[in-house]
Nanobody, 123 residues
């Protein structure tokens, strides 16, 4: 019902910035809560950020608060993750996700997932 495609990942030096984009299909995009997760090798998929359907409410993991910003443009069916002051610890595959309820940080709360985009931060 919903397809998500991430883009914008790549290799960046520590302290640099990247902006990830997630293009979504479907006419009901505005009704979904959108989130970003990441997964590093050997680690569980972890919550990064979420945005309510209107974009009026946002939530961030402590590890990225103050450095990352989630935003959405419902008219373009796109959600973004602006990542500043990147650290080597941010290296992971980043996934966007869509769900029905705001306020849950576990991956199981989301219904649809993108394929992921690799972000690598060098020292």
């Amino acid at each position: 019902q919903v397809q998500l495609v991430e883009s914008g990942g790549g290799l960046v030096q520590a302290g640099g910035s990247l902006r990830l984009s997630c293009a979504a299909s479907g006419r009901t995009f505005s009704s979904y809560v959108m989130g970003w997760f990441r997964q590093a090798p050997g680690k569980e998929r972890e919550f990064v950020a979420a945005s309510s359907w209107s974009g009026g409410s946002t939530d961030y993991a402590d590890s990225v608060k103050g450095r990352f910003t989630i935003s959405r443009d419902n008219a373009k069916n796109t959600v973004y993750l602006q990542m500043n002051s990147l650290k080597p610890e941010d290296t992971a595959v980043y996934y966007c996700a869509a769900g029905s309820y705001y306020g849950f940080r576990r991956p199981g709360a989301y219904d649809y997932w993108g394929q992921g985009t690799q972000v690598t931060v060098s020292s």
